[in-house]
């Protein structure tokens, strides 16, 4: 780690330090583990507990969109029998070296282990159980007035309006790649389009329920990370988590939706495209920041696009 990046995680610290206090909760350790749209801290307390501390800075998400995700999370931990991340403290806070401050939010720490590559049989079934009990409860799930979240669409899926878009218009692409995102984002968005916002297929979705977002505990999946909670179509989130797995496991998984309800609508027929939209969501990713695609984004988004 460089000496900037030692600076802003001792700022970081500082910060969670601050909210903790203001909780009468004393920090025993403290370890960075990584950022995504914001940084995750592990809290080890001095009373022998274990937390997640998320540091939400300015700009990321609004603190109505933060409050949706938590009230979620709440009903899903009282409604079904799924194991959540659950909301301990959520402070707003700020110190010398961060004046503009940022939102922590202490989550409950889930028991269990990431999940390894291939996952097995057993746990990819329980995943599909999960992703379908997550999707029900959305069905039934009545929002109060105010609750605000983003929209999983093609703007989202390919990051128009952000710097990555910006930045894979400067990146030295091979002109057939760029038709083929091109076609790609053509394709998926006249298939959003068709299949619309009919509440029996559109609505609150995880929008990131991948392997890593999921931890194994004694076979069952246990779902983390909701922070890119929104508005989509839950045959689109099915298809995120697909895309996740090897292709041979692909009718494990649904079989597990399968025992909970039926497959969302439009899953079946447009099942490429689905999948393909997750691919060109983290082709763009692996694109605009100049990165090799190892995972094979691009190669899946070519098969599918011929499907």
């Known amino acids: 780690m460089d000496h900037c990046a030692t600076l802003r995680t001792r700022d970081l610290r500082d910060l969670v330090l601050g909210a903790l206090r203001d909780q009468g909760i ?4 403290l370890c960075w583990m990584g950022q995504h ?10 009373d022998g507990e274990r937390l997640l501390i998320r540091v939400c800075l300015p700009g990321v998400r609004t603190d109505a969109e933060l409050d949706a995700e938590l009230i979620w999370l709440a009903a899903l931990a009282r409604d079904t029998d799924l194991t959540v991340p659950v909301a301990r403290f959520s402070v707003r806070v700020a110190t010398p070296q961060l004046p503009g401050g940022g939102r922590c939010i202490g989550f409950s720490w889930i028991e269990g ?3 390894r590559y291939p996952p097995s049989r057993r746990l990819v079934a329980d995943l599909g159980r999960v992703l379908a009990t997550l999707h029900g409860h959305a069905r039934g799930f009545r929002p109060s007035p105010g609750f605000t979240r983003p929209e999983l669409d093609i703007r989202s899926l390919t990051w128009a309006g952000t710097w990555y878009a910006h930045r894979l218009t400067t ?3 091979d002109p057939a790649i760029r038709r083929l995102l091109g076609e790609t984002t053509r394709q998926v968005e006249e298939v959003l389009a068709r299949l619309g916002r009919d509440p029996a297929g559109f609505g609150l979705i995880h929008a990131d329920l991948h392997l890593d977002n999921v931890v194994e505990h004694h076979g069952q999946a246990r779902p ?18 697909a895309a996740s797995i090897p292709d041979a496991l692909h009718p494990v998984l649904l079989c597990g939706y399968q025992t909970v309800c039926p497959l969302p609508p439009g899953f079946e027929e447009h099942q490429a495209a689905l999948l393909a939209a997750r691919h060109l969501f983290l082709a763009i990713w692996y694109l605009a920041n100049g990165l090799p695609d190892d995972e ?12």
Request: with cysteine.
């Open 26 to 29: 004393t920090a025993r350790r």
């Open 171 to 173: 990146q030295p692409i």
């Open 37 to 46: 749209a914001s940084h995750t801290l592990r809290c080890d307390t001095a």
């Open 296 to 307: 094979g984004h691009l190669d899946q988004l070519k098969a599918l696009t011929r499907r």
């Open 113 to 115: 282990r990431r999940c």
């Open 224 to 241: 983390i990370d909701f922070e890119d909670t929104s508005w989509g179509l839950y045959a689109l989130d099915l298809a995120t988590t």
